[in-house]
């Protein structure tokens, strides 16, 4: 099993969204919400992924608030 991981963006925060790996599952949890964890397979969190960088889910997010790294 490995250790939770969160993206660096969200810097000390606690409101991120955190993944692993355990018995060969992906797992993904709230780091508000600790309790509930969603468990997937490694193909399906890729495929999720690819979806992510597309763009395909952007219409489903609140961007207003975010900054990309290294803006002002």
């Known amino acids: 099993m ?3 991981q969160k993206s660096s963006a969200s810097a ?8 692993r790996t355990a018995d060969g ?4 949890r709230e780091s508000e919400s600790a309790e ?4 997937t397979t490694p193909r399906k969190w890729a495929a999720f992924v690819r ?3 597309a763009g395909e ?8 608030g975010l900054q ?3 803006a002002p």
């Open 2 to 4: 490995s250790d939770w």
């Open 36 to 39: 509930v964890v969603v468990r």
């Open 25 to 28: 599952l992906v797992e993904i």
């Open 68 to 70: 990309s790294p290294g």
């Open 12 to 19: 000390e925060a606690n409101e991120c969204v955190e993944i």
């Open 57 to 64: 889910f952007d219409r489903h997010g609140d961007f207003g």
């Open 51 to 53: 979806g992510v960088k």
